[in-house]
């Protein structure tokens, strides 16, 4: 009785683990991928099949049927696409933009996922949507031309079409069209262009998805080119301090009619690193060159080249006095407090205040003397204890030639007495 109750034990230790471990190995998501029982469209369709079944939409169970209609569970081919099985094929744009729209604009649908549901209201205010829902052109982008058709990746997957990173590429496949854009008399050059931008190099280079990409500035399903009013808005989602100091300039009062905000400076796909010489040939585009605004441009350029030229010589100074032996705690304090300063001018030069950038030039300047003062008297300092130590050096020897020269005496003398 006792090795039967034993048995029976031992095979409750193992047998209730592993019928959990089954219920819920079966109930993984990705294993509703596998191949599903008595579905005539995977039966004939294998090679789609492959790709469907590593897609987000084949983890989820959303099978051929969702999207072409017709009956899976019609093994004759016919009776599988038959009048009322809602058979289509091969979608067309209106309707891959219909279809898709069932789910992803059902919030019921969608709520489990987290996914938003807006999509198909923002793609009709797109001037995609425009021309495909309302002109039936059929050449401009509809859902599968970004996300893909089969093979449909989670957005967060870096293999994923509309990864932030592979975004520039996907768009580029139209927008870097030559014939097809010259259909709309629109650029073809422009994913080149931002290849080569700050934000391009931040992109391909740094991998920086977190950067401006295509998506970022015109919208993803509701693309549009942002409007010289929503310019400052669309560039200020991210240049924060830049767009609040920009409102407290004089081009804010021309008002955006008169004024294009950012990119009247710094341009648009092509935006590269700002630099001081940008006053020299931004500014002359709207002003007379002996203008008193160019002449504000000059005197903005100037403290700030004069402050960065400050910084440098004062990150010289203590790294040479650190190589000479020369403790530098104080100055490093200084120069964090000279780079902030000089990493201020960048967003506060949006204002166009002199005097304010001029205050900030004056304490950069005040900062740097402080370095060079105290590294001076630091290097005299050490200078002095240099020289005094040569002296004792000096005092020492003497003292140890002195005391040898009386030893040799005293055995000397005391050699004549033996």
């Not at 998501?29 to 005539?40: C, D, G, R, Y």
């Not at 793609?123 to 309302?134: C, D, E, F, P």
């Not at 003497?398 to 005391?403: D, W």
């Amino acid at each position: 009785m006792h090795s039967n109750r034993g048995r029976q034990r031992r095979f409750q230790q193992v047998a209730v683990p592993f019928f959990f471990f089954v219920i819920f190995f079966y109930n993984i998501p990705f294993l509703s991928a596998q191949i599903p029982e008595e579905n005539s469209c995977v039966a004939c369709h294998k090679d789609y099949w492959d790709e469907v079944k590593g897609s987000i939409h084949g983890q989820q169970g959303i099978l051929c049927n969702r999207c072409h209609g017709g009956d899976p569970t019609k093994s004759d081919k016919a009776a599988a696409k038959a009048e009322g099985t809602g058979y289509i094929g091969v979608p067309d744009k209106k309707q891959i933009v219909e279809k898709c729209g069932q789910c992803h604009a059902d919030v019921e649908t969608m709520n489990f996922y987290g996914v938003r549901t807006d999509q198909l209201a923002r793609y009709k205010t797109s001037m995609h949507g425009k021309r495909l829902l309302l002109e039936g052109d059929e050449k401009v982008a509809a859902c599968t031309d970004c996300h893909g058709y089969h093979d449909i990746s989670n957005v967060a997957d870096p293999n994923s079409s509309v990864y932030p990173a592979n975004i520039p590429k996907t768009c580029g496949k139209c927008h870097g069209n030559r014939k097809l854009m010259d259909a709309y008399k629109l650029p073809s050059d422009i994913p080149d262009i931002y290849k080569k931008s700050v934000h391009g190099r931040a992109l391909y280079e740094k991998k920086d998805i977190s950067v401006a990409q295509c998506a970022s500035c015109h919208g993803g399903h509701g693309a549009l080119p942002p409007g010289v009013k929503g310019i400052g808005d669309t560039c200020g989602k991210c240049h924060i301090n830049e767009k609040k100091n920009f409102l407290e300039s004089v081009h804010a009062k021309l008002g955006k009619e008169k004024f294009s905000e950012c990119i009247s400076c710094h341009g648009n796909h092509g935006v590269q690193h700002p630099s001081p010489a940008l006053y020299e040939e931004a500014c002359v585009e709207c002003h007379e060159p002996q203008s008193e605004e160019i002449k504000m441009g000059i005197a903005l350029d100037q403290a700030i080249r004069g402050s960065d030229e400050t910084r440098l010589l004062a990150e010289s100074l203590v790294k040479q006095a650190s190589i000479d032996g020369i403790f530098v705690e104080e100055e490093m304090a200084l120069l964090e407090e000279i780079k902030t300063n000089t990493l201020a001018m960048a967003p506060l030069q949006h204002t166009l205040s002199v005097s304010k950038i001029a205050q900030l030039h004056k304490k950069v300047k005040s900062a740097s003397e402080n370095i060079r003062a105290t590294i001076r008297q630091k290097r005299e300092n050490l200078e002095g204890r240099k020289r005094a130590l040569i002296l004792i050096w000096i005092f020492i020897l003497v003292m140890i030639g002195a005391l040898w020269t009386k030893y040799k005496q005293l055995a000397h003398g005391k050699d004549k007495h033996e």
